[in-house]
């Protein structure tokens, strides 16, 4: 479903992604682990066309991203989904607002037909009753709730999640990652770039380990976990929380 092959993205003096090939089957739930400035939330921007690469390629659905081609590649985006760190909610409009304004203005979907499908994904994510809130009226988590269903409101067909968590009180990381692990239970394809090992553990098909740019090591989180083979991912393992 997805293909990168040879990727490489520089920003100044830093290779932040080199030579980066990897693919993902449709209805994976692929997660990307690693210490900060390993690469992780650069690859992940690089699949969802928010950063151009400088070589290499990203094909979705057989069909490459048109870096070259602005209005073609913001066509191709919207088949995914992406969710930030930080939300990136419109603070002057209301959660429904929020969750309507791609549909209407991007997909030309009636505003009836969009408040309804907005509506439903906010019954699904537990936030009903906040559609005529603000942003700065909800807590972290019922932000990134809302965003997770905003994005949903585009009929993504996969998810990318840039650490969802790591701006959220500890209390609150569990409804996301609730909602998370229902999406992929009910098979979507989705892309993670996460701190939380427990939930890679738990709900990944597959597990990457970057560093430094790189691809170090891959494997099932039974394996990678389990029997880590590089000396690096042992290290890194033994200084987080699984």
């Keep these: 479903m997805i293909d990168l092959k040879n990727v490489n993205k520089s920003f100044d003096t830093v290779h932040a992604a080199k030579d980066i090939s990897l693919h993902v089957d449709q209805g994976e739930i692929l997660c990307m682990i690693g210490p900060s400035g390993s690469g992780k939330s650069t690859v992940l921007r690089c699949i969802s066309g928010l950063e151009i690469p400088e070589s290499g390629t990203v094909t979705i659905e057989g069909e490459p991203l048109a870096f070259d081609n602005p209005k073609q590649l913001q066509k191709q985006r919207t088949k995914m989904g992406f969710v930030f760190q930080h939300f990136n909610l419109f603070p002057h409009m209301t959660v429904l607002e929020n969750l309507t304004i791609s549909p209407i203005q991007v997909l030309g979907q009636p505003k009836e037909k969009a408040e309804e499908t ?95 740019g790189q691809i170090v090591e891959e494997n099932s989180p039974a394996e990678l976990f389990g029997n880590p083979k590089s000396p690096r991912l042992q290290e890194f393992l033994s200084k987080v929380l699984i």
């Design 118 to 212: 907005a509506i439903s994904l906010l019954t699904r994510v537990g936030l009903a009753d906040k559609k005529d809130a603000y942003p700065s009226q909800l807590s972290g988590g019922q932000k990134q709730r809302v965003a997770i269903a905003r994005s949903l409101c585009m009929h993504p067909d996969v998810m990318l999640f840039d650490e969802p968590t790591s701006a959220l009180d500890p209390e609150m990381v569990g409804e996301v990652l609730d909602v998370m692990k229902e999406l992929a239970q009910e098979g979507m394809t989705m892309i993670v770039v996460t701190h939380e090992m427990g939930f890679a553990k738990e709900v990944a098909t597959r597990v990457i380990f970057l560093d430094d």
